[in-house]
């Protein structure tokens, strides 16, 4: 198995996924594919959690859960907590005739927005946890499966098998899509019908700590830039969204993971991005209610990405800086396991 440890590139991808994310919520015009920098960040966070929690199997001989649920918590919670407050004191001040906010509120803070939407209780506010959701049922769910996996299978080799899933999972989206009564503007939200980008990113995962950090051609690299760029830009309708472009999405995603960890992408590891990319959690959860705010005030998305973006970043700043600094050191020095055993 190879460790990954810190590749600044990949907070590098960080940065061009919320960059998308900000200019498809801001309204910018043809990018009718903008939404795609969520699925980015699915995949990305497919691979990491999956290459930690396979590194800690080897280096330690299991998977320590409740420390992994942890260390999640402490790092996620904070900021999300910060944002709800700011929310639930502001959002009445700006939509006083939505009555709403409590409830939003809620189905936000247990993670559950993702499952709300897909039943047409849209948290129209804060719509955009619903990916924060099923990142979190992510990190339930497949911690467990994966230890199960690894203790009582191993076979086929773990790549291969969600390889497999994956493409299970496009099959059983297919299928879904194609039937009268699916909605297909709510199926969106479903973990079943979205989860494809998380299940992706954890094969390369696996793969990766497999069969070792074996440079790829820089074509690869070229080729994840094309796939994500035609997602980005062809006109396209929401279930050829979800049948063509999303998965084209994510398998570039995943040659640009690959050619950044072969050093093939050094762009990425430029300063600013990579500045940018360690925002990308306070960026996405402050800028959604403000840029909602802006394009249903009717702004230019000259100016909704620019002013909006900035109060975005600096609410971002003062978090990383505030509660998410405090919850770091909270967690490095509670949930970290000993230097000295690695373990």
Same mark, same amino acid.
């Given at each position: 198995?190879?460790?990954?440890?810190?590749?600044? @590139?990949?907070?590098?991808?960080? *940065?061009?996924?919320?960059?998308?994310?900000?200019?498809?919520?801001?309204?910018?015009?043809?990018?009718? @594919?903008?939404?795609?920098?969520?699925?980015?960040?699915?995949?990305?966070?497919?691979?990491?959690?999956?290459?930690?929690?396979?590194?800690? $199997?080897?280096?330690?001989?299991?998977?320590?859960? $409740?420390?992994?649920?942890?260390?999640?918590? $402490?790092?996620?919670?904070?900021?999300?907590?910060?944002? !709800?407050?700011?929310?639930?004191?502001?959002?009445?001040?700006?939509?006083?005739?939505?009555?709403?906010?409590?409830?939003?509120?809620?189905?936000?803070?247990?993670?559950?927005?993702?499952?709300?939407?897909?039943?047409?209780?849209?948290?129209?506010?804060?719509l955009h946890t619903w990916s924060l959701?099923?990142?979190?049922?992510?990190?339930?769910?497949?911690? !467990?499966?994966?230890?199960?996996?690894?203790?009582?299978?191993?076979?086929?080799?773990?790549?291969?098998?969600?390889?497999?899933?994956?493409?299970?999972?496009?099959?059983?989206?297919?299928?879904?899509?194609?039937?009268?009564?699916?909605?297909?503007?709510?199926?969106?939200?479903?973990?079943?019908?979205?989860?494809?980008?998380?299940?992706?990113?954890?094969? !390369?995962?696996?793969? $990766?700590?497999?069969?070792? *950090?074996?440079?790829?051609?820089?074509?690869?690299?070229?080729?994840?830039?094309?796939?994500?760029?035609?997602?980005?830009?062809?006109?396209?309708?929401?279930?050829?969204?979800?049948?063509?472009?999303?998965?084209?999405?994510?398998? @570039?995603?995943?040659?640009?993971?690959?050619?950044?960890?072969?050093?093939?992408?050094?762009?990425?590891?430029?300063?600013?991005?990579?500045?940018?990319?360690?925002?990308?959690?306070?960026?996405?959860?402050?800028?959604?209610?403000?840029?909602?705010?802006?394009?249903?005030?009717?702004?230019?998305?000259?100016?909704?990405?620019?002013?909006?973006?900035?109060?975005?970043?600096?609410?971002?700043?003062?978090?990383?800086?505030?509660?998410?600094?405090?919850?770091?050191?909270?967690?490095?020095?509670?949930?970290?396991?000993?230097?000295?055993?690695?373990?």
């Amino acid at each position: 198995m190879t460790p990954i440890g810190y590749v600044a @590139g990949l907070d590098g991808l960080r *940065a061009l996924a919320i960059v998308l994310v900000l200019l498809f919520h801001a309204k910018a015009p043809g990018l009718p @594919g903008g939404n795609i920098g969520v699925d980015l960040f699915l995949v990305l966070s497919g691979f990491l959690i999956t290459s930690l929690l396979l590194e800690e $199997w080897r280096t330690c001989g299991g998977i320590e859960l $409740w420390r992994f649920y942890m260390r999640r918590a $402490w790092r996620l919670m904070p900021a999300l907590l910060l944002m !709800l407050l700011l929310y639930v004191v502001l959002a009445p001040l700006f939509w006083p005739d939505y009555f709403f906010h409590l409830r939003d509120l809620l189905i936000a803070l247990l993670y559950i927005s993702n499952l709300a939407a897909s039943v047409g209780t849209l948290p129209e506010k804060l719509l955009h946890t619903w990916s924060l959701g099923l990142e979190e049922q992510f990190y339930l769910l497949w911690p !467990l499966a994966l230890l199960a996996y690894l203790r009582f299978l191993r076979r086929p080799p773990l790549w291969i098998f969600l390889l497999l899933l994956y493409l299970g999972l496009y099959a059983w989206r297919v299928w879904c899509l194609h039937r009268p009564e699916i909605v297909v503007s709510l199926a969106y939200y479903r973990p079943d019908l979205h989860a494809g980008g998380l299940v992706l990113g954890a094969a !390369l995962g696996a793969w $990766w700590q497999e069969r070792g *950090a074996r440079p790829v051609r820089a074509s690869l690299g070229w080729l994840g830039w094309l796939a994500i760029l035609v997602a980005l830009v062809a006109e396209q309708t929401e279930s050829m969204h979800l049948l063509l472009y999303v998965p084209l999405a994510e398998v @570039g995603t995943t040659f640009l993971i690959m050619a950044i960890l072969s050093g093939r992408q050094a762009g990425f590891s430029d300063k600013l991005l990579v500045h940018i990319g360690r925002m990308s959690y306070g960026l996405y959860l402050f800028h959604y209610p403000i840029m909602l705010y802006m394009v249903e005030s009717r702004q230019h998305w000259l100016v909704a990405i620019s002013t909006g973006g900035l109060l975005a970043y600096g609410l971002a700043l003062l978090s990383f800086h505030s509660v998410e600094a405090w919850a770091r050191r909270c967690r490095e020095r509670r949930w970290s396991k000993a230097s000295v055993t690695g373990c």
